[in-house]
């Protein structure tokens, strides 16, 4: 709604706007002691796991999915999973390798 300070006042059109595409990423399970599950990676798809320090413990390249990010020769504890394409931050997902 816009209002003059006569108060007449008119009503705009409504309009909806998409900021880029919503990517629709799966990883399963979350709390694991093997492979992590990947779905919907259709691009070249950058995958950084972190540990609870921040740390870069693994990384990887994959094209397109479903595919596996093994995990199982890792500590348990909490992890961060990240996905970048072109530098720029597409999905994260907190992992829990038991």
Known sequence: KQADLDGRFVYSEIRIIKFGEE???????????????IEGITELVKIKLFNSGGQLVKTTSVNNSPGAFDISNLAAGMYWLLFERNGELLFTQKIIKQ
Do not use: A
């Open 23 to 37: 990517q629709q990423f799966k990883v399963y399970p979350i709390i694991t002691q093997g492979p992590l599950h």
